[in-house]
């Protein structure tokens, strides 16, 4: 085994765990000192208890021990983003309103985790409420990226991303509602998948904009993604927007599907914006899947100049009606100063919430309003159609999309002041969510002074084990991925 522990593959550490070289509680130490060792510069985590981790990896130890271990993610730390429930452990979603709030159950995919033996490790810094590109937004303060400590690790799920690029965990957690797991990805140099819609369920994930949140996993490898996502997929009847789909066994695919596959390249994602080192990357890209017997063809997603503004008005309007219920008054953050009824609602409101989630608030409230639903809301569900229309006409000719996961390397801290300058960094993900559609961030190579470039792969609605497959296949032939950050 090359790397330190902390940085091996779930497949070498179940190896080694399957074969008594280490133990569960062996790797959770090593995980542990490494937090401690890089904690204070990264900062990816908001919270995590160490006796409890070290507690689950005890029981990892002697289930192993008595024959009865669960599979390849027995004993293995996962990282969740602090915006999915975990029974007894913080649930802040990075935000001032919920500090102190202590969840009192489990989301479905810490249970479905938990069943197949994995150690749910920490919790993970975002952006407040899943609202940002940088994970700046955090009430708790910013995330670094591993690679680049002055720059920023993406967002919202930037603590997930960092925390895997680091070696603070594993595999992790994230949700992606316009970006959130991939452009992570990207800037940290790891694997980030958004499902299907549906594919994974939605109950216990504090909810931003119910229609396009999505759970999904970070890895440092395709086949840590794939295996954490077998995990984690399948039907809940507590998710209403559960899909009833049959789980191939992802890992298994990987193998077992090789192309060659009709490939797209969306020539609205190569326009202005891009930054050339990234355009010179993905187009190394597709000249590796034209070598392996892929057929390469220009496609065209006509409505993709309008995915912002629809993006933003579905967004913002979903966020507005979920996050009504924090008032003050049943959970969460209470205003000391209130006197009332109704100045405890407005108070607690304008205390606990930071600046980028009372923007979203105030621009959904506005297009839900008598007068604006038909010219804002209503147009920008019609054009979200003819959004997700144009993918389906593509996958007609083709099998996957092929195009750079965001226009840019990772930026530094601050230098996206300008909300609007902030929101056009996922400009090339957002139609994932507003189709419905999986898609996967993984690495392509690096900037000239170091900092990690992702290429996104999109796939046609539960096609995920041919999405990985074709991942994989590109990350079998290049080193990009175990580049490891210097810190």
Known sequence: ?????????????????????????????????????????????????????????????????????????????????????????????????????????????????????????????????????????????????????????GGSSGGSAAAVAAGETIVSLGSDTGGSIRQPASFCNVVGLKPTYGLVSRYGLIAFASSLDQIGPFGRSVEDTAIVLGAIAGHDPRDSTSWRADVPDYRAALQSRRGPWRIGIPREYFGEGLDPEVAASVQAAVRFYESQGCTVKDVSLPHTEYGIGVYYIIATAECSSNLARFDGIRYGHRSKDAKDAVEIYAESRAEGFGPEVKRRIILGTYVLSSGYYDAYYLRAQKVRTLIRQDFLNAYRDVDVILTPTAPTPAFRRGAKADPLAMYLCDIYTIGVNLAGLPAVSVPCGFSADGRPIGMQLIGQPFGEAELLAMAHTYERAHAWGQRRPTL
């Open 1 to 153: 085994m090359s790397d330190a522990l902390h940085y091996q593959s779930i497949a070498e550490l179940s190896a080694a765990l399957q074969a008594r070289r280490i133990s569960a509680v062996d790797l959770m130490q090593a995980v542990i000192a490494r937090t401690r060792a890089v904690e204070d510069r990264v900062h990816a985590f908001n919270s995590y208890d160490f006796e409890d981790a070290l507690a689950q990896a005890r029981a990892s130890d002697e289930r192993r021990a008595r024959g009865e271990a669960r599979g390849p993610l027995d004993g293995i730390p996962i990282g969740l983003k602090d915006v999915i429930a975990v029974t007894g452990q913080p649930l802040t979603a990075s935000s001032r309103m919920l500090q102190t709030f202590v969840s009192p159950y489990d989301a479905t995919v810490t249970q479905r985790l938990r069943e197949a033996g994995a150690i749910c490790w920490g919790r993970l810094n975002m952006d407040e409420f899943a609202m940002g590109s940088s994970t700046e937004n955090s009430a708790f303060g910013p995330t670094a990226n591993p690679y680049a400590l002055d720059c920023v690790p």
